[in-house]
């Protein structure tokens, strides 16, 4: 019977309420007569016209007061203001009633006890209410068990918006304030994360949402690490204020990623540096629609440029980009410009008739094979696509010039670390006799989740049951998130007066193995043994590919120096003479113009020395 009650549309339940509330009342006002004359069987006879007229008085103001508007399932404190209002207002009017109607025998300071259980009454039922069909849901439900890491703000708002959804059932909370433990948060109990594993077993709950957007990455690394192996999922919830400034949106509560672990803390971007290239200023960036390009952009957005023009080859890159900009931003003005880095008239006539200041060079094929496999298709965006870019901006007077470069190209062992190197010994050279415009490099490794990162590789082969292939058990990268290379490049790209490297600080090497063993478990897998037979996702070893090493490096000498960002230093590299470099990209040119791989690379060995 419950059940079908429970089932009800919702204008029937409001009726049963407002049917409910019509009895309540009456016996409200029956029970303060009877407790305020010490009786079971007040005499009424000289008011009892007023049990009547109690319902068509008080009902009228709960209906004004929005009682009938709160959904009892998810009932919270609010009701008992709600409530109080509500039946204050009833034993004014009805105070007035009684005095007007000379209302004989009832005694006045059972008006006071009424208005008393009259609060307790309708606020009791309305709790009883929700006890009920909470009870009913728990014993039909068929949702999934999840617990909740952080018991503050986040974590009670996470409880909640689970509680109204059919999908997931909140069990348990764990937090880190030792005052918490023991107590209940939206009656769900608060315990010690040290015993969230014996707790999450004994209630066969096997999915733990991380509700802690405050903590910092290290906290959140010990946190995973926890739980790693153990057979719990793991997601990550964002911050409530995040989802309601828009920065991230509902979906967004996402797995734990690898990102989650690596890397250090986040050093706040000093504004003033990123700001000195950006605000105010219209800035150009090519290779917009990449994973760093399309970044990029959206830093730059948040400091307040002039104009924005994004400049990309590909139109599906450029046009998800432009989309995705225009949507979240408009304040500043966007224009997306289809074109090719090595068309240097065009870019000359796009910086100068929009007047360009700074410009972003992130244009550049970074995949190691298939650049190994494209050696010509290479050196023309690479190298020369380079040359076009910074020549077009000292051309028209842009202010800024900075390359976006990479830790492959020190010591080179594959083309695309060679075309690189190329690329900042190019800068090097046209920054001598730079007047106008101020060039500059900044090189970093790996970002997690672009294109050329082996992350979205072990995701999608985790995906697919495995196997996670891995190149050699030695290999190891530095890796940095995508937001936190953007605007160290930002930052990096207003240091210097025309020439420098700046080499951004990775923190420590990762060994590739173990990415691809934490990426497997907190993917809710277990890592195949080949010994035991036992696991899910198996590791696999399929040999350095070409021109790949183990150890990337980030600085080719020792003269470097800090900048006064603590993740940003200066590197002073030796040059080539510059006409040697001219002869010799006139040579590789001619080797590009016939299509030939091989004569290519030997000139990139001559010009890069260090290349092997």
Same mark, same amino acid.
């Given at each position: 019977m419950f059940l079908r009650l429970a089932r009800l549309p919702r204008k029937f339940k409001i009726l049963i309420m407002l049917i409910g509330d019509v009895f309540l009342l009456p016996l409200a006002?029956?029970?303060?007569?009877?407790?305020?004359?010490? $009786?079971?069987?007040?005499? /009424?006879?000289?008011?009892?016209?007023?049990?009547?007229?109690?319902?068509f008085i008080t009902v009228p103001i709960f209906v004004r007061v929005g009682l009938y508007r709160a959904v009892i399932r998810y009932l919270d404190e609010k009701i008992i203001y709600t409530v109080f209002y509500g039946v204050t207002a009833s034993v004014l009017a009805l105070t007035a009633v009684v005095v007007m109607g000379q209302a004989s025998g009832l005694p006045r300071s059972s008006i006071i006890i009424y208005w008393i259980n009259s609060v307790c009454y309708i606020a009791l039922s309305r709790y009883l209410a929700r006890g009920l069909m909470r009870s009913l849901e728990r014993k039909h439900d068929r949702k999934q068990k999840v617990a909740i890491y952080g018991a503050g703000h986040a974590g009670l708002q996470t409880a909640l918006a689970l509680w109204s959804g059919r999908e997931y059932k909140p069990i348990a909370f764990f937090d880190d304030n030792p005052e918490l433990h023991g $107590? *209940?948060?939206?009656?769900?109990? /608060?315990?010690?994360? +040290? #015993?969230?594993?014996?707790? %999450?077993?004994?209630?066969?709950?096997?999915q733990l949402l991380l509700a802690i957007p405050s903590a910092s990455r290290v906290r959140r690394r010990q946190i995973v690490e926890q739980f790693e192996g153990k057979d719990i999922k793991l997601k990550m919830i964002p911050g409530m204020g995040e989802l309601v400034n828009g920065t991230v949106r509902v979906e967004d509560i996402r797995e734990v990623g690898i990102e989650d672990l690596l890397g250090r803390e986040a050093v706040p971007p000093f504004h003033e540096l990123i700001s000195s290239c950006i605000q105010d200023k219209v800035v150009m960036v090519t290779g917009a629609g990449g994973s760093i390009g399309s970044e990029l952009c959206r830093q730059i957005l948040l400091n307040s440029p002039k104009k924005l023009i994004l400049?990309?080859?590909?139109? &599906?890159?450029? &046009?998800?980009? +432009?989309? @995705?900009? !225009?949507?979240?931003?408009?304040?500043? +003005?966007?224009?997306?410009?289809?074109? #090719? /880095?090595?068309?240097?008239?065009?870019? @000359?006539?796009?910086? *100068? =008739?929009?007047?360009?200041? !700074?410009? &972003?060079h992130a244009a550049a094929y970074k995949h190691v094979p298939l650049v190994e496999a494209n050696i010509v298709s290479g050196v023309e965006n690479n190298v020369f696509g380079t040359l076009s870019a910074a020549k077009a901006a000292q051309k028209t007077g842009v202010?800024?010039?900075?390359?976006? *470069? !990479? #830790?492959?190209?020190?010591?080179? $062992? =594959? /083309?695309?670390?060679? $075309?690189k190197r190329l690329a900042e010994l190019i800068l090097q050279n046209l920054s001598r006799e730079s007047v106008g415009t101020r060039l500059c490099m900044v090189r970093f490794g790996n970002v997690l989740g672009s294109s050329g990162s082996v992350v979205p590789l072990f995701k999608d082969q985790i995906k697919n049951g495995g196997p996670v292939t891995v190149t050699h058990p030695e290999v190891t990268r530095y890796f940095m998130t995508i937001p936190e290379a953007s605007q160290l490049v930002l930052q990096a790209g207003a240091m210097g007066t025309g020439g420098e490297v700046f080499v951004l600080d990775m923190g420590e090497s990762v060994k590739i193995i173990d990415l691809a063993r934490k990426m497997i478990e907190l993917s809710g897998f277990e890592v195949h043994n080949p010994e035991t037979g036992t696991g899910d996702i198996a590791i696999e070893f399929v040999g350095l590919r070409p021109g790949e090493k183990l150890?990337?490096?980030?600085?080719?000498?020792?003269?470097?120096?800090?900048?006064?960002?603590?993740?940003? %230093?200066?590197?002073? @590299?030796?040059?080539?003479?510059? #006409?040697?470099?001219?002869?010799?990209?006139?040579?590789l040119k001619v080797c590009c113009l016939k299509n030939d791989p091989i004569g290519a690379k030997e000139y990139l060995k001559k010009i890069v020395t260090e290349y092997n």
């Open positions: 006002l029956w029970s303060a007569v009877a407790l305020r004359l010490g $009786t079971f069987n007040p005499p /009424v006879g000289g008011f009892w016209w007023l049990f009547l007229i109690v319902p $107590t *209940s948060v939206a009656s769900i109990r /608060v315990y010690n994360p +040290e #015993d969230a594993l014996e707790i %999450m077993t004994a209630q066969d709950c096997f400049f990309e080859r590909s139109e &599906y890159s450029l &046009y998800k980009i +432009e989309q @995705e900009l !225009t949507r979240v931003h408009c304040v500043s +003005e966007i224009f997306s410009i289809l074109g #090719d /880095v090595l068309d240097q008239s065009y870019l @000359e006539n796009i910086m *100068s =008739n929009f007047a360009v200041e !700074t410009v &972003y202010k800024t010039f900075v390359l976006i *470069s !990479t #830790d492959k190209a020190v010591r080179p $062992t =594959n /083309v695309m670390g060679a $075309t150890y990337e490096e980030l600085l080719i000498g020792e003269n470097v120096e800090w900048t006064t960002h603590p993740r940003i %230093m200066r590197a002073q @590299e030796a040059c080539l003479e510059a #006409d040697f470099l001219e002869k010799s990209l006139e040579h």
